[in-house]
T-cell receptor, first 116, second 113 residues
Framework: GEEVAQTPKHLVRGEGQKAKLYCAPI?????VFWYQQVLKNEFKFLIS????????ETGMPKERFSAKCLPNSPCSLEIQATKLEDSAVYFC??????????????FGPGTRLTVL | GESVGLHLPTLSVQEGDNSIINCAYS??????FIWYKQESGKGPQFIID?????DKRQGQRVTVLLNKTVKHLSLQIAATQPGDSAVYFC????????????FGKGTMLLVSP
């Protein structure tokens, strides 16, 4: 598609439950990025993919967070055993490639995760 | 317990005024900069970008200025409209294959009619 799509729009989980978020990048884009935004403030980078390969995972909390981008499927971000502090809006962005003229990342509408 | 609030720098302008939003970036090795607009409940929307080999770039009603000496970026919006009300973020990027964006703190722009 022409826009980054994210589902669901809202997700409510009890503490300790699993949460799974989905992202479909813009068609033809090779790179997918996940960011976490807390309190409408700064964006924290989590992980990026080049096609189905992890490109950079330096921002990923190792223990409870995992992510995948499989061929012909939406990318996913999964949080096992959610904690209250995981409450945030999770944004997915995609980018065409790393060539100098195409560095712009385009963002989806986000998934608001509320952990109760 | 202590309440956690949102304390964003805020710029309030009248419709028709010109707005200037400033950003100090952190990495002198950054060579690509982007301004995003985020409206309530939405994802960041690309506004304009600039590469480090330029110091000014103009779009429709928007201009970005880059001062690498002091690591400062600004976004100028001409004839600001109520629809421009949003939070604006600058982001920096290093084009060395490490392509993660580093976002600055946002600035809330409030435009009154």
């Amino acid at each position: 598609g022409e826009e980054v799509a994210q589902t669901p729009k809202h997700l409510v989980r009890g503490e300790g439950q699993k949460a799974k978020l989905y992202c479909a990048p813009i068609k033809g884009h090779s790179y997918v990025f996940w960011y976490q935004q807390v309190l409408k403030n700064e964006f924290k980078f989590l992980i990026s993919f080049q096609n189905e390969n992890v490109f950079d995972e330096t921002g990923m909390p190792k223990e409870r967070f995992s992510a995948k981008c499989l061929p012909n499927s939406p990318c996913s971000l999964e949080i096992q055993a959610t904690k209250l502090e995981d409450s945030a809006v999770y944004f997915c962005a995609s980018r065409y490639g790393t060539s100098y003229s195409t560095d712009t990342q385009y963002f989806g509408p986000g998934t608001r995760l509320t952990v109760l | 317990g202590e309440s956690v609030g949102l304390h964003l720098p805020t710029l309030s302008v009248q419709e028709g005024d010109n707005s200037i939003i400033n950003c100090a970036y952190s990495n002198s090795a950054s060579d690509y900069f982007i301004w995003y607009k985020q409206e309530s409940g939405k994802g960041p929307q690309f506004i304009i970008d600039i590469r480090s080999n330029m110091d000014k770039r103009q779009g429709q009603r928007v201009t970005v200025l880059l001062n690498k000496t002091v690591k400062h970026l600004s976004l100028q919006i001409a004839a600001t409209q109520p629809g421009d009300s949003a939070v604006y973020f600058c982001a920096e990027n290093m084009n060395s294959g490490y392509s993660t964006l580093t976002f600055g703190k946002g600035t809330m722009l409030l435009v009154s009619p």
